[in-house]
């Protein structure tokens, strides 16, 4: 019971404008060469540093500042602009959703009736 329930609320999130604007401008800032490659550059300095930070390491400033310059450059750019209001709309969409089950648990907790 509790598994098909949660695969119809997938559903349901899967087909919300929530959801298909994220994909839709996810799938934008992918296409995107601009956004992607200072992207992709912004991601390969964070593992970088990562793998300093792992062998007991501090990354270096120029690390950090190269950073700051990429991220005020993809910031600048339309698609990145979109995919994160996506993302931000989807992601209170996610909250709402966890809210109301938790209501429901709340709920459903507090009753002596079982629903099949």
């Known amino acids: 019971m509790l598994e098909d329930k949660a695969k119809d609320l997938g559903r349901s999130i ?3 404008e ?6 839709r401008t996810s799938e934008a800032l ?5 956004a992607a490659t200072i992207l992709r550059q912004m991601e390969q300095i ?3 540093a990562q ?3 792992d062998r007991g390491g501090h ?8 950073l700051d310059d990429l991220l005020q450059q993809v910031q600048g750019n339309p698609a990145y ?3 994160v209001a996506a993302q931000e709309n989807f992601d209170k969409l996610m909250l709402r959703v966890n809210q109301w089950i938790s209501e429901g648990i709340r709920t459903g907790a507090a009753s002596p009736i079982i629903l099949a």
Request: charged share 40%; net charge negative.
């Open 30 to 34: 992918g296409n995107d060469r601009e």
């Open 18 to 23: 929530e959801y298909k604007a994220m994909r």
């Open 14 to 16: 899967g087909q919300s």
């Open 51 to 53: 793998s300093v930070i």
């Open 59 to 66: 990354p270096p400033e120029e690390a950090e500042a190269q």
């Open 46 to 48: 964070r593992k970088e």
């Open 81 to 83: 602009q979109r995919a």
